[in-house]
């Protein structure tokens, strides 16, 4: 599989993604936390979403021969590095990106305030993203 394969792949797992959180976001905050089924999907979906586009940002890095990333973080300020994403993306991907942590790794201390602010209001930044990343493949 080629690298630009991989990016076509990611690029289209991240859309997935993407229109399964949109069916979630006629609900309110409340009817998702009341609902354990609809929270854990949302926390799932929203978790896949986020590392899609790590991933994704991930196999540019590969595609356009630059320096390895120590942490996932790291891959959207070398693509903002390389002129391929500008700062307040980059900055917002890596915000993407502390929150995909909390979802992984601190899920006891999930704010369900923030999830539903990412879920109505931040996938907007994936969907940047996606656009920066589809006019340099």
Same mark, same amino acid.
Request: aromatic content about 8%; cysteine-free; proline content about 1%.
């Given at each position: 599989?080629?690298?630009?394969?991989?990016?076509?792949?990611?690029?289209?797992?991240? $859309?997935?993604?993407?229109?399964?959180?949109?069916?979630?976001?006629?609900?309110?905050?409340? #009817?998702?936390?009341?609902?354990?089924?609809?929270?854990?999907?949302?926390?799932?979906?929203?978790?896949?979403?986020?590392?899609?586009?790590?991933?994704?940002?991930?196999?540019?890095?590969?595609?356009?021969?630059?320096?390895?990333?120590?942490?996932?973080? #790291?891959? !959207? $300020?070398?693509? $903002?590095?390389?002129?391929?994403?500008?700062?307040?993306?980059?900055?917002?991907?890596?915000?993407?990106?502390? !929150?995909?942590?909390?979802?992984?790794?601190?899920? #006891?201390?999930?704010?369900?305030?923030?999830? $539903?602010?990412?879920?109505?209001?931040?996938?907007?930044?994936?969907?940047?993203?996606? #656009?920066?990343?589809?006019?340099?493949?």
């Amino acid at each position: 599989m080629t690298n630009l394969t991989v990016i076509e792949n990611k690029i289209s797992s991240v $859309h997935k993604y993407l229109a399964i959180l949109e069916k979630y976001k006629t609900y309110s905050q409340k #009817e998702i936390i009341d609902n354990i089924d609809r929270r854990g999907a949302v926390e799932r979906y929203l978790y896949l979403a986020i590392q899609s586009t790590i991933d994704l940002a991930e196999a540019v890095i590969v595609f356009k021969n630059l320096r390895k990333p120590s942490t996932m973080s #790291e891959s !959207f $300020h070398i693509l $903002h590095e390389a002129g391929i994403v500008p700062v307040d993306l980059t900055d917002q991907m890596v915000r993407m990106t502390g !929150f995909r942590n909390i979802i992984a790794h601190d899920y #006891e201390k999930l704010n369900y305030d923030i999830m $539903h602010d990412v879920l109505q209001n931040r996938l907007e930044n994936i969907e940047n993203f996606l #656009e920066v990343i589809k006019k340099i493949s």
